[in-house]
């Protein structure tokens, strides 16, 4: 055998054994800890009395740009400049008037859960260890919240982005006629095509970008005046591709849209998906869970015939970032499209390495956070009825806004409110299109900037609108009715310095 080349020996004086990054002092941390948790308490309890937003001063900007520290710092010291230069600047979404995005509000257990998921530090690939059970009950419950039968299964994830992509991966596995796994893409003798709206978030399309599909393959089909993909739009669509050479494998429905909260006619599509072979996938991010609310459930109908539903718990489930969810009606699906095996991750009879269903066989991701903790406390927290309750008032918050705009003849209300988002636009006299654009995008901005309130903007049918979505447990009537008297103020106070702009205001 040819003499190993040998590395230096270890000498004495070696460092073995001072690597340790535990506290010197558990006390000190504990008071620390305690401290932080004091001061949440406080920052939670008080939100109302503060900006729901504010702008980071370039001071801040300055030492969060500072170089990598080589010397250690005292925790107490690395708290100090978090309390200085990150609290005050958040998101803002746990504020009370945030209304920006799909960006939910979170919980304060909710919260306290991922301390304690990050305590324990749980890997959730696999294995005999409680956190598995606790996914998979948390997976069970959220089924049969949305309707799915007993066989369904998936995974928690960190949003609807990855929920819809994987989703998308595994109706492609399923629904075509070659073996994408095996011989990839290439070997498809016609280019699988899937359909949904235009309305549909543009995830899906990164989607079919990952999976090598192309944008060509995403047909993006017009909506009827209610911003709803329209069956029949759907069903022609299909056999002129077939005709043309496509292979047609899913469809994506939406619950709820991202720019105006459109509800596809699920039942509908699922019947088109039924006629043709197609998987229905249906984006759920945002209205998934509005089957829970009485108002909306009517229109969230067919859901339940979903092949696969991607959702977002940190959006209208108010669980603290991130949490997503795939559910899959027929979870072997999913096995199939990700399961491989590996020397090092074969399954044993006894200890860590033993215990079926292992989650990374169902997904993409091998390492996992215990993300599940969180929604399975949290659902014990509010139990399901407290959730009915949180989401119903959110319907019946936006469904307010909305009357409240169409009463109102400076605001305009720019598309029907159909679960939790409001797009309006203040209106004026002789204002053109280009102007009013300004005008808006600019109340925007002055409800940021003054802490009102933050709602985002988006564009409806070519109008700059500004746009409200409500997944906000803190949020109470008077928040919505000061949101529609902010929004005229400053557009009567920016209409008259756009009319007499020496004047200022
Ligand atoms: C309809 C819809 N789908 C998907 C997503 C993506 O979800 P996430 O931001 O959790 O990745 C969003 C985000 O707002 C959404 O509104």
């Known amino acids: 055998m040819e003499e190993q080349k040998s590395v230096r020996p ?18 000190r941390m504990r008071k620390l800890g305690h401290r932080m948790v004091d001061d949440l308490v406080t920052w939670w309890s008080s939100l109302d009395d503060r900006p ?3 702008p980071i001063p370039g001071a801040v900007l300055e030492r969060l740009a500072s170089s990598v520290p080589e010397q250690p710092t005292p925790p107490e010291q690395v708290y100090e400049e978090f309390r200085r230069d990150i609290l005050p600047y958040p998101t803002g979404n746990s504020h009370p008037t945030f209304f920006s995005h799909v960006i939910g509000t979170g919980t304060p257990l909710g919260a306290f859960s991922d301390l304690l998921a990050a305590g324990l530090n749980c890997n959730v690939f696999g294995g005999h260890q ?7 009950q948390v997976i069970a419950w959220l089924a049969s919240i949305l309707g799915l039968p007993l066989e369904a299964g998936g995974l928690i994830l960190s949003g609807g982005s990855m929920a819809n992509i994987v989703a998308l991966a595994v109706a492609l596995r399923d629904r075509t006629d070659f073996d994408v796994r095996r011989q990839g893409l290439h070997s498809a003798k016609l280019r699988p095509r899937l359909y949904c709206s235009s309305e549909t978030h543009n995830c899906l399309d990164k989607g079919a970008d990952l999976l090598g599909l192309g944008s060509e ?27 043309a050479g496509w292979q047609p ?19 509908a599509l699922a019947d088109v998906c039924k006629r043709h072979g197609l998987w229905l996938h249906v984006d759920g991010a945002i209205g998934a869970v509005g089957v829970l609310s009485p108002t909306l459930a009517p229109a969230l109908v067919g859901l339940e015939r979903a092949d696969s539903i991607a959702f977002d718990l940190h959006k209208w489930l108010y669980v603290p970032y991130e949490a997503g969810c795939l559910l899959v009606r027929d979870v072997e699906t999913e096995r199939k499209a990700f399961s491989n095996a590996t020397a090092y991750l074969s399954v044993l009879d006894a200890g860590l390495s033993s215990g079926d269903a292992w989650p990374n066989q169902l997904g993409p991701e091998l390492s996992r956070g215990f993300k599940a903790l969180k929604v399975w406390m949290s659902i014990k927290e509010h139990g399901v ?5 949180a989401i119903e008032t959110n319907v019946l918050q936006a469904r307010h806004l909305g009357q409240l705009i169409e009463g109102q003849p400076a605001l305009e209300l720019l598309a029907p409110v159909s679960a939790n988002i409001v797009c ?5 006299k002789g204002l053109g299109g280009p102007e009013l ?3 808006n995008r600019r109340i925007v901005e002055e409800l940021h900037l003054r802490g009102l309130a933050v709602p985002s903007h988006t564009f409806v049918r070519g109008h700059f609108a500004i746009r409200v979505a409500i997944t906000n447990h803190r949020t109470r009537q008077s928040h919505i009715e000061s949101l529609v008297a902010a929004s005229v103020a400053i557009g009567e106070e920016l209409l008259a310095e756009m009319r007499h702009p020496s004047e200022g205001v």
Not at 10 to 27: E, F, I, N
Not at 130 to 136: G, Y
Not at 424 to 428: D, E, L, M, Q
């Open 52 to 54: 729901a937003w504010q």
């Open 249 to 267: 494998f899913c469809v994506v429905g939406n619950a709820v849209t991202v720019g105006t909260g459109a509800i596809d006619p699920l039942g």
């Open 424 to 428: 309006y636009r203040f209106v004026s």
């Open 217 to 243: 393959s995403v047909r993006r089909l017009p909506v009827d005046e209610t911003f709803r993909l329209a069956p029949e739009t759907l069903e022609a669509a299909i056999v002129q591709d077939r005709a």
């Open 437 to 439: 654009d300004t005008l």
């Open 10 to 27: 270890l000498a004495p004086g070696d460092l073995l054994d001072g690597g340790g990054l535990d506290p010197q002092d558990w006390d």
């Open 385 to 389: 009825s407290g959730y009915r309750r």
């Open 130 to 136: 409680a956190a598995c059970h606790v996914e998979r």
